[in-house]
C-alpha cells in the first residue's frame, strides 16, 4: 500500500505510557523521557490501580511528567473518588462518553480531558471529529477486537494511513499496538506528534517492562 508522506515535524514527539502500576515503571517511564504517564481506573484491566497505590505512583512522577487518570464511562463518584486522592494532570476517558458528558467532566472538575476515539475506518475519524470543540486532546486508537473485555490496551492497530495529512484543532495522540519495533513507522505515515503505548511495553499481560519502554522511547526519539 502507498501511503502519503507528512510534511517535516518539528519538535520532539511526545510519549505516554499507559498502565503503571509499579514505582520502578514509573521512574523508567520517567527516565527514558515518558512525556504523560497513565494510571488505569478500570477494574477489569489487568493494570487497574487501588487508589492508594495509584496515589504512591502519581507522587513518585517527577515533576513535568503529566499523571493521567484512565476511565471508562465513570460515575461522578468515581472520578471524585480518584481525583480526592490522587494528584492527576489530565483525564482520560476511553469510553462511550458522549461529547456533552465530555464537556461536563472537563468542567466539573477543571482538569484538562482527553477523548479516546476507537479508529477502524473512515467513519470513526468524523466521529473522533465530534469532540474537537469539547475535548482538550483526542486518542485516536485502535478499536477493541470483538471479544476482549478491555476498551483498550489490546495491542491492536489500525490503517495509520487513515490520519495522514489531517489536520485537527486540538493535540491528538496515536495509540494501537504500538511497540519499538513499529513506532517510527507509525509516526512517519499518521503525522502523529504524540503516542501511546500500552501493551507494546510489557513482558506479560500487566507488567511493563524497563528494557521495551527505553527501546519505545528510543524508537520515537529517532522517528522522522
Ligand atoms: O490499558 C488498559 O488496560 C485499558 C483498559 C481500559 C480502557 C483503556 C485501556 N488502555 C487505554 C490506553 O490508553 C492504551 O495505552 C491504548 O489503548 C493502547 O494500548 P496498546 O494497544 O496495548 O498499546
Redesign the pocket.
Known amino acids: 500500500m502507498a501511503f502519503r508522506v507528512n510534511p517535516r515535524p518539528t519538535g520532539p514527539v511526545r510519549v505516554k505510557v499507559?498502565?503503571l502500576t509499579t514505582e520502578a515503571q514509573v521512574e523508567a517511564a520517567a527516565s527514558a523521557g515518558a512525556a504523560y504517564i497513565?494510571l488505569?481506573f478500570?477494574s477489569r484491566?489487568?493494570?487497574s490501580l487501588a487508589l492508594p497505590v495509584a496515589r504512591d505512583l502519581a507522587l513518585a512522577a517527577p515533576v513535568g511528567v503529566a499523571k493521567v487518570a484512565?476511565f471508562?464511562d465513570p460515575s461522578d463518584a468515581e472520578v471524585d473518588a480518584v481525583l480526592d486522592t490522587v494528584p492527576i494532570d489530565m483525564v482520560?476517558l476511553?469510553g462511550h462518553e458522549p461529547p456533552d458528558r465530555v464537556a461536563e467532566i472537563r468542567e466539573r472538575w477543571g482538569l484538562p480531558v482527553m477523548k479516546?476515539v476507537g479508529i477502524s475506518g473512515p467513519e470513526d475519524v468524523a466521529r473522533a471529529r465530534a469532540y474537537e470543540a469539547v475535548a482538550d486532546q483526542l486518542?485516536l486508537?485502535?478499536k477493541a477486537p470483538a471479544g476482549s473485555t478491555?476498551?483498550?490496551?489490546?495491542?491492536?492497530s489500525f490503517d495509520w494511513g487513515l490520519l495522514s495529512g489531517l489536520s485537527w484543532s486540538r493535540p491528538w495522540m496515536l495509540?494501537?499496538?504500538?511497540g519499538p519495533r513499529n513506532v517510527a513507522e507509525a509516526v512517519r505515515v499518521s503525522g502523529a506528534r504524540q503516542v501511546?503505548?500500552?501493551?507494546?511495553v510489557e513482558s506479560a499481560p500487566g507488567i511493563k517492562d524497563s528494557d521495551l519502554i527505553r527501546a519505545f522511547v528510543g524508537a520515537v526519539a529517532s522517528a522522522r
Open positions: 499507559c498502565g497513565g488505569v478500570y484491566s489487568p493494570r484512565l471508562v482520560q476511553h479516546a486518542l486508537d485502535a478491555l476498551p483498550g490496551g489490546n495491542g491492536v495509540a494501537g499496538g504500538l501511546d503505548v500500552s501493551s507494546g
